[in-house]
């Protein structure tokens, strides 16, 4: 993204098509009066305060009327983007949105790129970077439990924790580094034992941060489930139940499933992406033969396994052997179906069910919750993180801090001690934004929808 911040930009803000209203977007130095050549209205745009609602006609270069629209006025630095800002609500027609936008084009307004609204606000000290991606986060929640996540990430709950992490890093570094300047007098501004322990406190909040992310992780992408079996073993009759729908082909013909299917479903807030995969077996049938090989691709990428049979076989155990060579064997969970045609004592497999009578089942759902969210007590309340960027930063905040404590431990000079401790506020800061590059902001902001 190629950020030039006295541009006024525009960009539809709601979903193309069909609909009551749209909204299209301006904001910069000056929009509001780019709005106001194209308005007609009782009161002159430039003359509005801000956070009012107008009513008029935009009209094109011709002064043509293209609508009557609802016009949101916001002024600076009071709007979303800290910029003087515009907001047209006009009818939802394709038509209606591209004349009004080509309207705006022409009064040398150019059009928005993905994320910029959110990036000047971030520029702009409206937001820091965690709450920046918790916007994006909000706009791809499909749980209450992901909104409720990112909801707390824009709050600040993280960025707080951070901040206050990297200022009481800034406070023992500033010691540090004050007595290099008085070297050559051997005074001691901090006996050495003390910083060692504050940054070992340091440490300790950074490990629990850390211990967070699988948990943040689930909230915030769901958990991949594949139903792994032998043919004709309930696989898909298992899925359909979940989903409460028939969404896969049941017979009693082995190998009716071919290809995997994939299904979403929120249970108690998680989002579940469920595998029906085909039947794992050895086939000579070339399209059976590919369904299969699908099979094991969506084991590899799989949370959870549910490993399922029925009673009267057991579980298969060569069938148990290849998963464990694919995935940690905590996260396989072995299912005995149609336990209502035999009776046997179950003393092989995790749970067993009978999904024609729908029995066991809410037991095998509570297991999926609680491999998914492990036994950590965290709650969306937490300070957690939950994507890649900040565990990595995170990660490499403490291997600087552990070499600064072994430095410490081991007299070496105060200048390495400060170049680890550097690199740790360093990290911490590229979590929040305070330390930034465009290579960052440009991987992070070209997700976003191109209105927001």
Do not use: W
Request: charged share 30%; net charge negative; proline share 1%.
């Amino acid at each position: 993204m190629n950020l030039a911040n006295n541009d006024i930009i525009t960009a539809l803000a709601t979903p193309a098509g069909e609909g009551a209203i749209s909204i299209i977007r301006v904001s910069g130095e000056n929009s509001i009066e780019k709005v106001d050549s194209i308005f007609e209205g009782r009161i002159k745009l430039i003359e509005a305060k801000s956070h009012t609602l107008h009513y008029g006609n935009i009209l094109t270069n011709n002064m043509e009327v293209i609508d009557d629209v609802l016009v949101s006025v916001f002024r600076n630095p009071n709007s979303y983007t800290g910029e003087d800002s515009i907001e047209i609500s006009s009818h939802s027609s394709t038509i209606v949105v591209k004349k009004i936008i080509e309207a705006l084009v022409e009064n040398n307004v150019r059009l928005a790129e993905p994320g910029e609204f959110t990036r000047r606000a971030f520029l702009n000290g409206k937001m820091d970077l965690v709450q920046a991606e918790a916007v994006a986060d909000i706009i791809n929640s499909r749980t209450e439990a992901s909104l409720r996540g990112a909801r707390n990430q824009l709050d600040g709950i993280l960025s707080k924790k951070i901040d206050s992490l990297r200022k009481e890093l800034i406070n023992s570094t500033s010691l540090i580094e004050l007595e290099l300047d008085f070297a050559e007098e051997d005074l001691e501004f901090v006996a050495k034992d003390k910083v060692a322990e504050e940054i070992n406190d340091i440490i300790k909040e950074i490990d629990i941060l850390l211990a967070t992310y699988s948990f943040g992780r689930v909230i915030r992408d769901g958990v991949n489930v594949a139903i792994v079996g032998r043919p004709n073993v309930g696989k898909s009759s298992l899925l359909n139940y979940i989903l409460k729908e028939s969404r896969a082909i049941v017979s009693e013909i082995p190998g009716t499933t071919r290809d995997v299917i994939r299904e979403e479903v929120s249970i108690d807030g998680i989002l579940f992406k469920l595998f029906d995969t085909a039947g794992i077996r050895l086939t000579e049938d070339s399209v059976e033969k590919e369904g299969v090989e699908r099979s094991r691709v969506a084991v590899k990428n799989s949370d959870i396994i549910i490993l399922i049979d029925e009673l009267v076989n057991g579980i298969p155990k060569e069938l148990y052997n290849e998963l464990i060579e694919l995935i940690d064997k905590n996260r396989i969970i072995t299912v005995l179906n149609k336990c209502d045609l035999a009776n046997k004592e179950l003393n092989e497999a995790d749970v067993k069910i009978s999904v024609k009578e729908e029995t066991g089942i809410e037991k095998l759902l509570e297991m999926l919750k609680q491999k998914s969210l492990g036994s950590n007590s965290f709650t969306e309340k937490s300070a957690v993180i939950n994507n890649v960027r900040h565990f990595d930063a995170l990660s490499k905040a403490k291997k600087d801090l552990v070499e600064a404590i072994d430095s410490l431990i081991n007299n070496i000079s105060g200048e390495f001690i400060s170049v680890n401790l550097r690199g740790a506020i360093d990290s911490l800061g590229e979590i929040i934004g305070k330390v930034t590059n465009d290579d960052i902001l440009n991987n992070i902001f070209h997700k976003f929808c191109i209105g927001k």
